[in-house]
């Protein structure tokens, strides 16, 4: 056989091996970003469901402390020095068992 077909052999076997090795590389680094994108997507939607809704009870949580707060009149529920009036007592438990504790 002559030289330039064996040349032309090996180069033309080297340059199938090179596409065949880069074509395989360039499949597993497909396959991992796919695979990274689905557990970004699947932590995006875990996040989403739980934080959205906790967010959601806090802020509801600040609103109906507050609206108590308006209800009795003050910037505070207890106080060191006394216990609450009857008529208060009764507005604080009504809160407590209505509002507080029913969800």
């Known amino acids: 056989m002559e030289t330039p077909v ?17 074509h395989w590389l360039s499949g597993r680094r497909e396959e991992q970003r ?3 994108e689905a ?3 699947f932590v995006e939607r875990q ?7 906790l967010a959601f009870l806090i802020y509801e949580g600040e609103r109906n402390f507050r609206d108590l707060l308006e209800a ?7 106080s060191e020095n006394r216990a609450l009036p009857p008529d208060e007592l009764r507005t604080w438990l009504f809160w407590a068992e209505a509002v507080f504790t029913s969800k």
């Open 6 to 22: 064996i040349v032309a052999l090996i180069a033309g076997s080297i340059t199938g091996v090179g596409w065949l090795v880069n």
């Open 34 to 36: 796919r695979r990274i």
């Open 39 to 41: 557990q970004l997507k």
């Open 47 to 53: 996040i989403e469901e739980l934080y959205g809704p």
């Open 72 to 78: 009795l009149g003050r910037r505070f529920v207890f």
